[in-house]
């Protein structure tokens, strides 16, 4: 993940970064993976087509299920976890990784109701587009459920 032009690679070694910088905040993917191809051996087009995507899935189940609120929520829950006082390093510092998935943050009080978002919502996407990271598709949930339901385009960085 390219977070604030900071690879997070880079981030271990960086102690004291916040969450502004470790975690996606939008949802503009111009230029989102351009840096990464020489990492991915030119596979940088086909991650972009696969976020174009599932950027339209998202869009698709929000305006048919009417389910944005409860993607924003999952998006924020798993965000919400980021600690910089705990002293460790990002991702073990939680943050948006994706880890809402796991049952002991899905099942905690209050991430009551969540689960919904991740099986019903979420996982028929990551099945059409399984080259997507949870951790992308849960930021992408939340960042295109704003914007479908007539909030501000929010730029994002993916990875």
């Given at each position: 993940?390219?977070?604030?032009?900071?690879?997070?690679?880079?981030?271990?070694?960086?102690?004291?970064?916040?969450?502004?910088?470790?975690?996606?905040i939008g949802l503009n993917m111009a230029g989102c993976f351009d840096c990464f191809c020489g990492l991915f051996?030119?596979?940088?087009?086909e991650k972009k087509k696969a976020l174009v995507k599932a950027k339209g899935l998202v869009k698709a189940v929000?305006?048919?299920?009417?389910?944005?609120?409860?993607l924003v929520r999952t998006a924020w829950h798993d965000a919400g976890t980021f600690d910089k006082n705990s002293g460790k390093a990002w991702p073990d510092a939680g943050g948006a990784t994706g880890s809402i998935r796991t049952d002991h943050e899905i099942n905690a009080?209050?991430?009551?109701?969540?689960?919904?978002?991740?099986?019903?919502y979420l996982q028929p996407?990551?099945?059409?587009?399984?080259?997507?990271?949870?951790?992308?598709?849960?930021?992408?949930?939340?960042?295109?459920?704003?914007?479908?339901?007539?909030?501000?385009?929010?730029?994002?960085?993916?990875?």
């Open positions: 993940i390219l977070a604030q032009g900071v690879f997070l690679h880079r981030a271990f070694r960086q102690p004291g970064l916040g969450a502004a910088q470790l975690s996606p051996g030119g596979a940088a087009a929000v305006m048919e299920k009417s389910c944005g609120p409860i009080p209050p991430n009551a109701g969540l689960k919904k978002a991740i099986t019903a996407i990551k099945d059409q587009v399984p080259e997507i990271s949870w951790a992308d598709l849960i930021q992408l949930g939340g960042a295109v459920s704003v914007e479908a339901m007539g909030g501000p385009s929010i730029p994002m960085k993916y990875g």
